[in-house]
């Protein structure tokens, strides 16, 4: 059974930068594809970016040029390092892989 651990999560100032992690245990890691997903306040969880097992990269038009996906299949772990945050990249962060879904980490950009 696949279990997703996210971290990284906190509050940080409009134009900072956070490095949320995803570790996953009990799944073939690097056989499938990772993603990303938030959730702000009062709305639907949306996608932000995905990194396939081959690497391949495709993000959200909100964060592109910002966020930047990637995994670590030595350590079964994927991030998503954001950059130059805005107040609407405040959420509730969850990583995805496949039908398993992590516990979520709260990103707050305020000053």
């Known amino acids: 059974q696949v279990q997703l651990v996210e971290s990284g999560g906190g509050l940080v100032q409009p134009g900072g930068s956070l490095r949320l992690s995803c570790a996953a245990s009990g799944s073939r890691f690097t056989l499938y594809a990772m993603g990303w997903f938030r959730q702000a306040p009062g709305k639907q969880r949306e996608w932000v970016a995905t990194i396939t097992d081959r690497y391949s990269t495709t993000y959200a038009d909100s964060v592109k040029g910002r966020f930047t996906i990637s995994r670590d299949n030595a350590k079964s772990t994927a991030y998503l390092q954001m950059n130059s945050l805005k107040p609407e990249d405040t959420a509730v962060y969850y990583c995805?892989?496949?039908?398993?879904w992590g516990q979520g980490t709260m990103v707050t950009v305020s000053s």
């Open positions: 995805k892989q496949r039908y398993a």
